[in-house]
């Protein structure tokens, strides 16, 4: 998972390098090339908390899930918030959540608990950020504007358009389970 947004960052850094140029060069504003680390700061700052909590602890849990559950080990809520040290209750309603729009499976009983089919393996971190955040998570304006569009663009919004769209791209790339094997691996983590 940190190789991925780590992948991400950097791509974001690169476009951003060259969008700070290009706008510097066009507006000749030499004070922005002095303040260029504290731009690049808040952007890539900006980027990185699109997502809400809810939707960072949802990919961890289900990370954790597809790592360490399978239909004869299921997890429950309480042992998968503990080891990725994320607040029991608001993940068991998280979990509640992604169970009720198939993006996890539970089963009740003695032996019940969470984990994920072959199907739910095969899907998207995307699908799990749009069922806990919403839609709006990588259309919303980068300067918060309710209107905003490529035929009504913000000041900003052809620059910072690409990115939100190369995250989005590579967020419904992964599968669930690439992602769960590299950080098996220890390519990555999750707490």
Same mark, same amino acid.
Request: with cysteine; hydrophobic share 40%.
């Given at each position: =998972? #940190?190789? =991925? ?6 791509? #974001? ?28 700061d808040i ?16 990919i961890r @849990? ?8 399978? +239909? ?9 918030? $503990? ?17 009720? *729009?198939?993006? #996890? ?6 032996? @019940? ?12 971190? =995307? ?5 806990? +955040? ?5 259309s919303s ?9 490529? $035929? ?17 791209? $590579? ?10 094997? *590299? ?9």
């Open positions: =998972m #940190i190789n =991925m947004w780590l992948f991400i960052i950097k791509k #974001i850094k690169l476009v951003f390098y060259n969008i700070v140029f290009k706008v510097t060069k066009l507006c000749n504003l030499s004070k922005l090339k002095h303040d260029f680390n504290h731009i690049k952007f890539i700052f900006y980027i990185c908390t699109m997502l809400s909590n809810q939707s960072q602890y949802a @849990g289900v990370l954790y899930l597809a790592i360490h559950a399978s +239909d004869l080990n299921k997890l429950g809520s309480k042992e998968v918030g $503990e080891n990725i040290h994320v607040p029991v209750p608001f993940l068991a309603k998280i979990f509640q959540t992604l169970n009720k *729009e198939k993006l #996890i499976t539970s089963s009740k009983g003695p032996k @019940g608990g969470f984990y994920l089919s072959p199907d739910q393996l095969s899907g998207n971190l =995307m699908s799990i950020i749009q069922c806990i +955040d919403g839609y709006d998570t990588f304006c980068f300067l918060g504007l309710p209107k905003c569009s490529d $035929e009504n663009p913000c000041a900003i919004h052809h620059l910072t358009g690409p990115l939100r769209d190369q995250l989005f791209n $590579e967020l419904n790339k992964r599968s669930i389970q690439e992602l769960a094997k *590299e950080t098996k691996k220890g390519k990555s983590h999750i707490f």
